[in-house]
């Protein structure tokens, strides 16, 4: 188990930095005295992003990068080592959902969701986790979902994606902590932040959209579990408890989900 008490000089790598929780992500790691790459494929995003941290004194580097795209991935991860000599951090967040029925789902962009949310998190990990290896030392962040411990109706391919990183995670992590590289995974609820378009949030369950985070309360997490070298958290917490409940009363379990999620579209 390794802690990262000191942001300090860390070359961080964030995926999905143009926005929502991957741009606070890199603000506070930046306020807290890392080098932030920013990942991510709109160029005027991130140039504002760098631009708001480089202006309170932090230092942020921008690479333009399409995460599904294995080659640019390489060529983008090659290039931050050249420039930086090494990366401490990597935080794999690029990632988006839909809210629909699987069966009337877009079968090209069901491929297009895999692609960006678990095999953009491969390709970076695949990319640069050698050179931790290497270097005996480095953190693995995996943002992943609540919809990768329960699968939740009309989130089918968004679960498919998250259950897969959760899995990949895990057996990662066993593989590399000895060699001095640690794996945290964050599964968080619904969080506030653009991620939810308005079709989305008009399908969601009242319950789940009363039930909302602010996105720098995950990242206040995520921070703190890193520190105290946690390997995986949910949050809200509370909702760790669906865990337990799904283990001991499937049965009940399944029913509540339909009642909940299972509702006509208003």
Avoid at 220 to 244: D, F, H, Q, W
């Amino acid at each position: 188990m390794r802690r990262l008490e000191s942001w300090q000089g860390k070359v961080t790598v964030i995926t999905g930095a143009s926005s929502g929780i991957g741009r606070l992500l890199a603000i506070h790691a930046a306020k807290a005295g890392a080098l932030v790459v920013l990942v991510a494929r709109n160029e005027e995003r991130l140039t504002a992003v760098s631009s708001e941290i480089q202006a309170t004194g932090g230092k942020a580097d921008v690479v333009i990068c399409d995460v599904s795209d294995r080659d640019a991935v390489f060529r983008a991860a090659q290039a931050i080592l050249e420039r930086h000599g090494r990366v401490d951090v990597l935080l794999n967040n690029a990632g988006y959902g839909r809210h629909l029925r699987f069966a009337e789902w877009d079968l090209n962009d069901i491929e297009r969701m895999v692609q960006v949310n678990l095999l953009g998190a491969i390709f970076w990990t695949k990319a640069l986790l050698p050179h931790m290896l290497d270097r005996g030392s480095g953190w693995l962040v995996f943002v992943a979902s609540v919809a990768g411990k329960l699968g939740v109706p009309d989130e089918s391919v968004y679960c498919a994606t998250k259950f897969a990183m959760i899995g990949m995670a895990e057996s990662i992590s066993i593989e590399v902590e000895d060699a001095g590289i640690h794996v945290l995974t964050v599964c968080p609820g619904a969080i506030d932040t653009e991620f939810f378009s308005e079709e989305m949030l008009r399908r969601m369950p009242p319950v789940a959209k009363k039930n909302m985070i602010r996105p720098e309360r995950l990242v206040a997490e995520i921070m703190n579990a890193l520190a105290k070298g946690k390997r995986e958290i949910t949050v809200p917490r509370s909702i760790a408890a669906g865990y337990i409940a799904r283990t001991l009363f499937p049965r009940f379990t399944r029913a509540m989900v339909k009642r909940v999620a299972l509702r006509p579209v208003e």
